[in-house]
């Protein structure tokens, strides 16, 4: 809650009546200081990269630029296949999850690396098929 009050060489004015609003959160913030609309969607792509507007705040992207720059990747590493990616906003989970058929996910056998851009591994074995993907959530 809050009120208002002015005051300049003319005198004080009276205080408002008490008006409720809220905070933005980082993410609704991060969307207002690109002057975008705060109720854009998660998804919404206006520089028509592919990469949905929670994803470019999620890894750090330019919301108004075509931009891959810091998009995660994938490699095979010796026995592992591993995903390294820019983990920048403290307030959002990210976690690396495998699966060998695209159906079934499990962050179980993934060592999930640490620091601002974590390598998340996890052992090839004699899996014909197997798949990372990044799953981020506020």
Not at 4 to 15: E, K, M
Not at 48 to 56: H, K, N, T, V, Y
Not at 70 to 85: F, K, R
Not at 127 to 138: A, D, G, K, P, W
Request: aromatic fraction near 12%; glycine fraction near 6%.
């Amino acid at each position: 809650d809050y009120r208002v009050r002015a005051w300049n060489a003319a005198g004080d004015s009276l205080y408002s009546s008490t008006s409720k609003t809220r905070t933005f959160n980082p993410y609704e913030q991060w969307k207002a200081d690109w002057n975008l609309p705060v109720t854009l969607l998660d998804n919404d792509d206006a520089d028509a990269d592919g990469i949905g507007l929670f994803l470019e705040y999620a890894f750090g992207l330019h919301p108004r630029v075509s931009d891959r720059s810091n998009m995660p990747s994938a490699n095979i590493l010796g026995s592992v296949l591993a995903m390294t990616y820019a983990k920048v906003r403290p307030e959002l989970s990210y976690l690396v999850e495998a699966s060998t058929d695209l159906t079934d996910w499990s962050s179980t056998a993934v060592n999930q690396g640490s620091g601002s851009y974590p390598t998340a591994w996890t052992p090839v074995g004699s899996s014909r098929n197997l798949f990372l993907r990044l799953r981020v959530t506020e």
